[in-house]
């Protein structure tokens, strides 16, 4: 009898582990919805409209609205894209699908690359359209190599849509994943430290115009490998937010005083720092999030995160100005509060769009989601 006690014992102990893996399952998926849904609502505070150039932005350095921009910038955008660089590399360490190289790269041309192309051809429509019809003042073509640069970013940066280069050094890094997931560790540690060197040295254009973007991507792979997710979701806050809080103030100050902070390589390594940490502290919180009362309605925007990604700078140049007329530009009483909403009126627009879309041509709306708006 004592003995069948412990065997039921013993089994009802296995099926709550079994439970308790499935649950950690789910909410590790959540997490990774909702990281990319806050990491890309901060990509907007990167975009925000000003309604100023470059001379009179700097004019305005170290005012109070320029410093409250440079850390919404700097904390919601820059530290939170090296996330999404993991999650991507971490999502193909498991995925049996990156076994099939060829299958693979159609399935991340149609997914990342021909939505990316995509939306930098509706950007030079609709911006530089907006600039030749109505005077906007936004990048117009001036030659047959400029044009092909903003659709395909072959060798630089974009004037318009300035996030995509994530997107195309994205797809170069997927071209590369099926052999990156055959890699020994110290193979991927290698090609990780390679990346992180030629990011503070400020080498990787043309082949890579970020090469943050294969660092992440490669040590996505490694978190996977190593189980890192949990353990970082398992951190207690008084470990997690202490470095990214001591080293965000200093790349803050920095960022707030270029007179007295000479660039140089002791900047560029506190940069890469500042990606490391953040990227640990953001997949910290959106792992909280994930059991917090938000998460039903973080993860009803997920399905719009891509096409937010990619469609909020042609929103954000045609309807900055226009709003920007009631709030007033950088420096206005009202801008701080326009400055605070503008994720959140580019996302209702999204989502009004998306919808719309959605319902009246659903194959375009999945071809420039990369297909996420199918569940939508």
């Known amino acids: 009898m004592s003995g069948l006690v412990v065997e039921i014992s013993l089994e009802n102990r296995e099926n709550r582990g079994v439970a308790g893996l499935a649950t950690d399952a789910a909410r590790r998926s959540d997490a990774i919805s909702i990281a990319r849904v806050i990491c890309i609502l901060g990509v ?4 925000a409209w000003t309604g100023l150039n470059g001379h009179d932005l700097e004019s305005l350095r170290g005012t109070p609205q320029d410093s409250l921009r440079w850390g919404l910038m700097e904390i919601f955008g820059r530290s939170a894209v090296p996330l999404l660089g993991v999650i991507s590399g971490w999502l193909v360490e498991g995925s049996s699908r990156t076994q099939d190289w060829l299958r693979h ?6 997914t990342i690359l021909l939505p990316m192309i995509l939306w930098n051809a509706l950007a030079i429509l609709f911006v530089s359209g907006a600039a030749w019809a109505m005077g906007l003042a936004a990048p117009v073509p001036s030659s047959t190599d400029w044009m092909f640069q903003e659709l395909f970013i072959v060798s630089r940066n ?4 300035v996030q995509m280069p994530f997107l195309r050094d994205l797809f170069l890094c997927m071209i590369a994943a099926p052999l990156f997931v ?14 992180a ?12 115009m970020r090469a943050s973007i294969l660092f992440f991507f490669v040590m996505g792979i490694v978190a996977r490998r190593e189980g890192l997710a949990d353990r970082v979701a398992a951190l207690p806050w008084a470990v997690a937010a202490p470095p990214f809080a001591l080293l965000m103030s200093a790349q803050l100050y920095a960022s707030l005083h270029p007179g007295l902070v000479q660039p140089g390589m002791g900047l560029a390594v506190l940069d890469m720092a500042v990606r490391i ?8 919180l959106a792992w909280s999030l994930a059991a917090s009362a938000a998460r039903e309605t973080l993860l009803r925007i997920e399905p719009f995160a891509f096409f937010l ?19 007033g530009r950088l ?3 009202l801008y701080p509060a326009y400055l605070l909403v503008q994720p959140l009126l580019v996302l209702i627009t999204v989502i009004l769009l998306g919808s719309a879309l959605n319902r009246t041509f659903p194959r375009l709306a999945k071809l420039l989601s990369g297909g996420r708006l199918m569940a939508a």
Not at 44 to 47: D, E, F, G, M, T
Not at 197 to 207: A, E, F, H, T
């Open 105 to 110: 790269v159609e399935r991340k041309a149609r």
């Open 331 to 333: 420096g206005s009483p």
């Open 182 to 195: 055959r890699l020994p560790g110290w193979a991927l540690g290698v090609v990780a430290a390679m990346a």
């Open 197 to 208: 060197v030629c990011q503070i040295m400020g080498w990787g254009p043309p082949v890579l």
């Open 158 to 161: 974009p004037d318009i849509n």
């Open 44 to 47: 907007v505070y990167v975009h």
């Open 277 to 284: 940490v953040a990227a640990l502290f953001f997949w910290r």
């Open 309 to 327: 990604f990619c469609s909020h700078l042609i929103l954000i140049w045609l309807g900055g100005p226009a709003l920007g007329s009631l709030f």
